[in-house]
């Protein structure tokens, strides 16, 4: 089985290469499941239910998000009615939508795919880990689970690789999203989980984290706010991680990184041609 995880849409940019170029990449290289996070996809904060619809119909089976899932304030409402919609998992109990469900693969794959939030340097959610715990818990990989799919939104590396170690051997992979910059860190480790500290984002990268440099440069400088941050609107690299899994365990034999356009240079994984 193969998989497609793309980074964080960032801005009109961001989301429009990668729905222009999802369909092509997912009938050319037989991909099985896609998840997207659209945290950034609604001019950088939080995503609309018309787009949710737009990034699904391009080939999304699961749209995940982080600390701006609920920026556009009409996601408290569709979260509850979008089924391929996560919210992070951690969210206080009461919270609209939900953190972690079982889609099925263009295979037939039954896909447990969770979106948590990590805690260190962002807001102090629920334990993450104990969340995650139980969503594997109750859904294990090899029992109900055909392959399990974690994209934990975090801002501290110390905090994924925790994480990683902690599941190692029981999920399919794990990869970190909220940072808007791919590390080289993606391998699978010893126990079969596939695993990159983060992805990256698909927007801009000439850019501070996907905005347009000048405000956030302003308020280094200045610490006063002048307008609002806007997406950078230069042509976008798409970036993504494809995890080749093993049907009968549901972990990974191999990982590569995907970037397409955009001023990043190009990669393609190798076991797809
Ligand atoms: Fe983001
Ligand atoms: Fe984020």
């Known amino acids: 089985m193969r998989l497609l995880f793309l980074g964080d849409l960032v801005g009109r940019t961001g989301r429009s290469a990668a729905t222009s170029r999802l369909p092509g990449l997912i009938a050319n290289n037989r991909i099985d499941f896609v998840i997207v996070n659209g945290e ?16 699904v119909d391009a080939g999304a089976d699961v749209v995940t998000t982080g600390n701006h899932a609920f920026d556009q304030r009409e996601a408290l409402v569709f979260a509850q009615r979008q089924e391929r919609f996560l919210r992070p998992v951690n969210f206080p109990a009461g919270t609209p939508g939900r953190g972690a469900a079982v889609f099925m693969a263009r295979n037939g794959a039954r896909v447990l795919v969770i979106n948590a939030m990590g805690r260190v340097f962002m807001d102090q959610l629920d334990d993450p880990f104990t969340a995650i715990e139980k969503e594997v818990a109750a859904c294990p990989l090899g029992e109900q689970a055909d392959a399990i799919v974690v994209d934990f939104h975090a801002e501290a590396t110390s905090e994924k690789q925790a994480l990683a170690h902690y599941l190692d051997g029981r999920v399919t992979l794990i990869v970190g999203t909220h940072t808007h910059v791919p590390t080289s860190d993606y391998r699978v480790m010893a126990g079969g989980t596939a695993y990159q500290s983060d992805v990256g984002m698909c927007g801009d990268y000439d850019s501070v984290i996907g905005m347009n440099h000048e405000e956030p440069l302003r308020r280094f400088l200045h610490k006063v706010p002048g307008e609002r941050f806007l997406p950078a609107d230069g042509p976008a690299t798409i970036a993504g991680l494809a995890v080749e899994i093993d049907d009968g365990t549901g972990l990974a034999t191999a990982v590569a990184p995907l970037r397409i356009g955009g001023v990043l240079s190009e990669t393609l994984p190798p076991f797809w041609s």
């Open 40 to 55: 950034n996809a609604a001019g950088g904060f939080g995503i609309t239910e018309e787009i949710l619809r737009n990034v």
